[in-house]
């Protein structure tokens, strides 16, 4: 994959999007000393973890050595309001943090869909994603 530069991968369910991630982040970081990011917006991270270990992955030890950041973002229709228009800073600064505690070169979102699908106006939100959010010093691949 392109060095520096964001790359969408896309395919349907049970495609392996969501294994190719873990396994880009691991390979970076057990391989190149590039630790990574792994936000999921529908797995939790013992599924994730679980379906990792066969591949013969220990997520849990590269996560105790600060290699990689795992993280489980979950957002209900039950747990908002519409109430105007939506704001992603929190879910920015969610990642820019993540990325600093790792030195993260690498971040993957993976099924990112999922949020947009549980709100009641995704259009709005789509289009208040800015091109690149805040990652301090670190550079995202």
Same mark, same amino acid.
């Given at each position: 994959?392109?060095?520096?530069? =964001?790359? *969408?991968?896309?395919?349907? #369910?049970?495609? &392996?999007?969501? +294994?190719? $991630? !873990?396994?880009?982040?691991?390979?970076?970081?057990?391989?190149?000393?590039?630790?990574?990011?792994?936000?999921?917006?529908?797995?939790?991270? =013992?599924? *994730?973890?679980?379906?990792? #270990?066969?591949? &013969?992955?220990? +997520?849990? $030890? !590269?996560?105790?050595?600060?290699?990689?950041?795992?993280?489980?973002?979950?957002?209900?229709?039950?747990?908002?309001?519409?109430?105007?228009?939506?704001? *992603?800073?929190?879910?920015?600064?969610?990642?820019?943090?993540?990325?600093?505690?790792?030195?993260?070169?690498?971040?993957?979102?993976?099924?990112?869909?999922?949020?947009?699908?549980?709100?009641?106006?995704?259009?709005?939100?789509?289009?208040?994603?800015?091109?690149?959010?805040?990652?301090?010093?670190?550079?995202?691949?």
């Amino acid at each position: 994959m392109p060095r520096g530069r =964001p790359t *969408l991968i896309s395919g349907g #369910a049970g495609s &392996g999007k969501t +294994l190719f $991630g !873990l396994e880009f982040l691991v390979r970076g970081a057990t391989q190149f000393d590039e630790p990574g990011v792994f936000m999921s917006f529908e797995e939790s991270i =013992p599924d *994730l973890t679980k379906n990792v #270990a066969s591949l &013969g992955f220990d +997520l849990d $030890g !590269l996560v105790v050595e600060k290699k990689l950041f795992v993280d489980h973002v979950s957002i209900t229709r039950s747990e908002f309001g519409e109430a105007g228009e939506y704001d *992603l800073e929190g879910l920015f600064i969610r990642i820019a943090d993540a990325v600093e505690r790792v030195g993260a070169k690498r971040v993957v979102l993976d099924t990112l869909e999922a949020l947009f699908g549980e709100l009641p106006n995704a259009g709005i939100v789509r289009s208040e994603i800015p091109p690149s959010f805040p990652t301090g010093s670190s550079k995202k691949d």
